[in-house]
């Protein structure tokens, strides 16, 4: 049997979590997921983990080198463009194939009141029309737009307790990890008497209750667009990922079996 391929894995989504699983189990693979550390306790991972950044372009070719990578499965939220444009670059100069794994963006359906903005300023530009109370679940680096606008009450999702040194909007920290369902998104909004509800396009089912609760609610949600990836291989699905995983391993052999 040939060396496994060695896999590096960027993560830091349930989608990366659920794959890293799967080919844990794959004797023929030897898989790192790697995390930016930005969850103070991240859900367990299976096989070998890192934490933290590469040092940008030049660290990551560093360690794709050093480390021997074959591949690399880009699997980082839809947000995290900065990981997955460094990827791309530093793919291409270590001429490492590279796979980016991105799921489906949610569509607006019947119901649905989306005010679709660029970013997180431009949502904080919206605010005035909509009413004083909103419901911001958008990462801990997204909520600076959000800070010192004094005529709004922002009730703010997180996963970890804020930092005692992090400026928050004006308001009340929920902390809470997905899946959520829809009754209790129902539940929060009405508690605290939401006018409005502020997203991201993170796409899933983990997080999606909080539109749906917006959409039975009839409350506007403002939704901000994903930026654009970087060029290059995409798929949408686990499955898609391992039949490109499957092609390469299949090369591979065929290349080991050459070298006999
Ligand atoms: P980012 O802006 O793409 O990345 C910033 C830096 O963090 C990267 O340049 C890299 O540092 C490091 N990094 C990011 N992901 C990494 C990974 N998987 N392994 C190693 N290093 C990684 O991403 P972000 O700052 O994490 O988040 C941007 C947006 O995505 C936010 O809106 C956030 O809420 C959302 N998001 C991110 C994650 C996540 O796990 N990253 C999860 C959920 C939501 P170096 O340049 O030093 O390599």
Request: aromatic share 6%; charged share 25%.
């Amino acid at each position: 049997m040939s060396d496994p391929l060695r896999v590096l894995l960027l993560g830091g989504t349930t989608d990366a979590a659920a794959l890293g699983r799967q080919l844990d189990r794959d004797p023929r693979v030897a898989v790192t997921t790697s995390l930016a550390g930005r969850t103070r306790s991240p859900a367990p991972l299976p096989g070998k983990t890192r934490n933290g950044g590469f040092g940008g372009v030049s660290g990551l070719a560093s360690y794709l080198r050093s480390e021997g990578i074959d591949l690399l499965i880009d699997a980082t939220h839809p947000y995290a463009d900065r990981i997955s444009h460094n990827a791309a670059t530093a793919c291409a100069a270590t001429d490492t194939p590279r796979l980016h794994l991105l799921r489906p963006a949610w569509q607006e359906t019947e119901g649905d009141r989306w005010i679709r903005v660029a970013d997180r300023t431009a949502a904080a530009r919206r605010l005035e029309s909509l009413g004083r109370r909103f419901f911001l679940s958008l990462g801990r680096q997204d909520l600076g737009a959000f800070v010192g606008l004094s005529d709004y009450w922002f009730l703010i999702r997180m996963i970890d307790p804020p930092d005692p040194d992090q400026a928050l909007p004006t308001g009340e920290v929920v902390l809470g990890r997905g899946p959520f369902d829809q009754e209790n998104e129902m539940d929060l909004l009405r508690q605290h008497k939401i006018d409005a509800v502020i997203t991201k396009n993170s796409g899933g089912d983990a997080t999606y209750a909080k539109i749906a609760a917006a959409r039975e609610l009839d409350l506007p949600v403002i939704v901000i667009d994903r930026p654009t990836p970087p060029v290059g291989e995409s798929v949408t699905s686990a499955g898609a990922t391992l039949a490109w995983l499957e092609r390469h391993l299949a090369t591979n052999a065929i290349a080991t079996q050459d070298d006999r």
